[in-house]
Nanobody, 121 residues
């Protein structure tokens, strides 16, 4: 079972988008949900994570103060609100689940296809 990210699109610099992550891949041992992104020719990188029960959030320095991760326990949906978007935020964004919430891709599972975010200057 994979998670599905949606909500991507094309915006101008300074704009906003809200991504959603749905799916039933999260198990009872998965304490964290994370967002990653991968730009063309680059490795997939950590963006943000949330500790599901407590709602504790952690962000990459590159998005701190601009992006907000949140979750809806009732629908098991994880969100990524992206504000003040920059051209360097252009990437395919993925969500994934993790038991221990590391910052590396190997710490996560159930990757879906991702959603494209394109920010023009």
């Amino acid at each position: 079972v994979q998670l599905q990210a949606s909500g991507g699109g094309s915006v101008q610099a300074g704009g906003s988008l809200k991504l959603s992550c749905t799916g039933s891949a999260q198990t009872t041992s998965d304490n964290f949900m994370g967002w990653f992104r991968q730009a063309p020719g680059k490795e997939r990188e950590f963006v943000a994570r949330i500790k599901w029960r407590e709602g504790i959030k952690y962000y990459a320095d590159s998005v701190k103060g601009r992006f907000i991760i949140s979750r809806d326990g009732a629908t098991k949906t994880t969100y990524l609100q992206m504000n003040s978007l920059k051209p360097e935020d252009t990437a395919v964004y993925y969500c994934a689940a993790s038991a221990w919430g590391g910052l590396a891709t190997v710490d996560y599972h159930s990757w879906g296809q991702g959603t494209q975010v394109t920010v023009s200057s």
